[in-house]
């Protein structure tokens, strides 16, 4: 079993519709986010949690909105879905591990297409 | 605002041949790491460089961090299509979240 597992892995939705990603770990990590990429602008932070009670934006946030269940649960919602949000989402989870800082582990990824 | 730029952004190469791929950012980052993502999976993490002037390596893949901690290569020697793939590099600035580059798109062909 994948120890960042996303659903679902695929998903297509009209505009104008409200939609909810999954993302759930096993690898007790702390720290959870969630990243889109496009083709030529490599990944893009989206949101971070550091623990359940701590959310933060990332670089391009308008649009999205999070929800850190648990420790393992992290999902994104898309308000009011709309073309340009079509892409691949990633989530990831990392531990940070003193002065080695940041190391991220990745789910499988959801591509999202919005018609 | 990406501050980490990769270069070249697409690289296609015969089977044998080496390589180079550079990342470089104005920042300082505590940390870099290396990534490889394949067609419809997530990145997976090759390696991590923490100290200036540290070199690593996994292989036939070398990485260098720089010695002011703002750049970073990875050399791959004598290619082979298993090394076909998507190279990114991501920066930390000390406990913020990863800063990844655009990434490096290499094709190996036998």
């Known amino acids: 079993d994948a120890d960042v597992t996303q659903t679902p892995r695929n998903r297509i939705t009209k505009t104008g519709k409200r939609i909810m990603l999954e993302c759930s770990q096993t690898k007790g990590h702390d720290r959870m986010y969630w990243y889109r990429q496009d083709p030529g602008l490599g990944l893009r932070l989206i949101y971070y949690s550091f623990d359940v009670k701590d959310i933060n934006k990332g670089e391009i946030s308008d649009g999205y909105s999070v929800s850190r269940q648990a420790q393992a649960k992290f999902s994104l919602s898309l308000e009011s879905a709309i073309p340009n949000q079509t892409a691949l989402y990633f989530c990831a989870t990392s531990d940070l591990r003193g002065n080695w800082g940041t190391e991220a582990f990745f789910g499988q990824g959801t591509r999202l297409t919005v018609v | 605002t990406q501050l980490l730029e990769q270069s070249p952004q697409f690289l296609s190469i015969q089977e044998g041949e080496n390589l180079t791929v550079y990342c470089n950012s104005s920042s300082v980052f505590s940390s870099l790491q290396w990534y490889r993502q394949e067609p419809g999976e997530g990145p997976v993490l090759l390696v991590t460089?923490?100290?200036?002037?540290e070199v690593k390596k996994l292989k036939r893949l070398t990485f260098q961090f720089g010695d002011a901690r703002k750049d970073s290569s990875l050399h791959i020697t004598a290619a082979q299509p298993g090394d076909t793939g998507l190279y990114l590099c991501?920066?930390?600035?000390?406990?913020?979240?990863?800063?990844f580059g655009k990434g490096t798109s290499l094709l190996v062909t036998p």
């Open positions: 991501a920066g930390d600035t000390s406990g913020y979240a990863l800063n």
């Open positions: 460089v923490v100290t200036g002037g």
